[in-house]
Each structure stands twice: as structure tokens, then as C-alpha cells.
């Protein structure tokens, strides 16, 4: 008698079932991961929640420049500062002092001003004749006239410190000194943007505290070499004379653009073409007192 073959087990149908199951899961997986991943690459991101210290970021190819430091105030009474040291824009110019070898410099100079008359007379003239100034302002004026303090520097003239209220400065308290000069430093400041290192004091007249605080704030003192007088209401004529006698190479010639007797210089108006073309004519080449410096022609009229 034949026995009978053991049923094969049907095994097949099971793993093709437990294969669907694998693929299923995988593919579930994939999409999931596809979902996050895809929507993201597509520009959709998960942003972090806001907090209250949360500000907009701003984007920018320009490079901020550094915010200079203003200094403290010299003045112990006062609530301000000093005007920020305004930072160079570019690379600083070397001016090479070669270049006025053999040259004929002289310098001119006008004090206590700005005024909007003779101030503004006097700047019309120097940019006729395409000459370069120096200005010695007092403070008070500045701030009366910052309009025209401010064409003074736009203009490409120097400008300088001649004190506050035209005090005679040898006779102050050092504190009264500082006092005088920086309140004029700020007035320059606010009126043109810039500050100065010259100072003339009012008469010419110093002292020991004022040259130790010239000194100590890294400024010169700057005197002249001819006095025109206009001031004293000289003629014509006679400043003409003076300036052509006396002026040398590396002069500095004192002139005023406000002030005098009875607060008029008509006669420097009137000066002013005559010396700029017959000094011309004999071979001097008008520069600041910056320039002066430079050059080294200053000589003693400039103390550092």
C-alpha cells in the first residue's frame, strides 16, 4: 500500500505578502522625508519662533565707517564735548615740501571776523584773482554768521582760532583760556565741519599758560610779519608802501575782515587787488598758512 506524499506548504503566497508589506513601508518613509525635504529646497522653511529681543536683520554691501570718539570737554563748567576729530575718507594726501623749493611764499591773513559785508567782500575778491587765504574767526562772530564761516572753508581757505570774545589772553587763568578756545573750536565745528590747529591771539599778546596750553593741545601759534594797520584806519597808500617795503619770502601779512575803527575797513577792500597783483608781479606765490608751514618758510612767525 502506498503511503501518502505529505501536502507541500504553501509558503510562497506569505512572503509575496510579507514583501508588499516591506515595500509599503518603505515607500510611506520616502514620501515622508520626500515631503519635508522637497518643500524645503522649494523655499519653504521652518522659521524659529519670534522672542521679544527679536529685530530685523539688515543686509548691506556698503562698510559703516568707525563713529569717532568725542574728547571731554576742556571747560570744567561745561555740559558739551569737544568737536569729534572728523575721521579721513580716504587715503591721507602727502604733500611733498620739494615742490615749493625756490618758490616766494607769502601768506594772507585776515582776523575777527566773519561778518556778512567785509567778510564776504573779501572772499568775492580772493576768488577773483584765484587766491588762497587764511582766516583767524572769533567765535562770536561764528556763531552770528556761520553762513559765511562755512564759504570761508568751502572755498578752500584756511581757517583759525583767534578766541572766543577777543579778549586779551595773556592776562586769563588758564581754565579762562581753555574756555576761549573751545568754545571757538565747537563754533568752527558746528558752522563748517572742521576744526583748526593755528591760533592767533587777539594783539599778539602771550604768556607762558597760554603757550604751555597751545602746546599741550597740540596747536600753533601763528603771528605775522607786516602789520597793514588797517585797523588803525591807515590809508591806502600808506599800507600799500608798508607791504611791498617789508614783505620777504615766507611773510605772513595781517590783514582784518571785520573790526577797525568804528567797525569799518574799506581801505582793505581797496588794498587787497593792488597787493595781490603788484606782490604778484614780483614773483610771490599766495599760500595759507598751512601751506607756509609746510613749505617751511614759516620760520619763527609759526610757534608749534
Known sequence: MRGKRPKKRRILPYALVLVALALLTSLFTLFQGWSRDGLSGAGVVDAAAPTESSEPAVLTTDKVPPVATPQASKDPGATTTQPPVKEPTSSPVVINKDIYKNKKLVALTFDDGPDNKYTEEILDLLAEYNVKATFFVVGTQVQKFPETAKRIVDEGHSIGNHSWSH???????????????????RAIF?????????????????????????????????????????????????????????????????????????????????????????????????VTVDELIISGQSHSSVIK
Open 190 to 286: 558746528k558752522a563748517t565741519g572742521v576744526t583748526s590747529e593755528l591760533v592767533r591771539a587777539p594783539y599778539g599778546a602771550l604768556s607762558k599758560t597760554l603757550l604751555d596750553t597751545i602746546h599741550k593741545d597740540n596747536m600753533k601759534h601763528v603771528f605775522w610779519t607786516v602789520d597793514t594797520r588797517d585797523w588803525a584806519g591807515s590809508s591806502v597808500a600808506e599800507m600799500h608802501k608798508n607791504v611791498l617795503a617789508n614783505t620777504h619770502k615766507g611773510g605772513i601779512i595781517l590783514m582784518h575782515s571785520f573790526g577797525g575803527r568804528k567797525h569799518a575797513i574799506e581801505h582793505t577792500i581797496e588794498l587787497l587787488p593792488s597787493i595781490i597783483k603788484d606782490l604778484g608781479a614780483k614773483g610771490y606765490e599766495f
Open 167 to 185: 579778549k586779551d589772553l595773556s592776562k586769563l587763568s588758564a581754565a579762562a583760556l581753555e574756555l576761549e578756545l573751545d568754545k571757538t573750536q
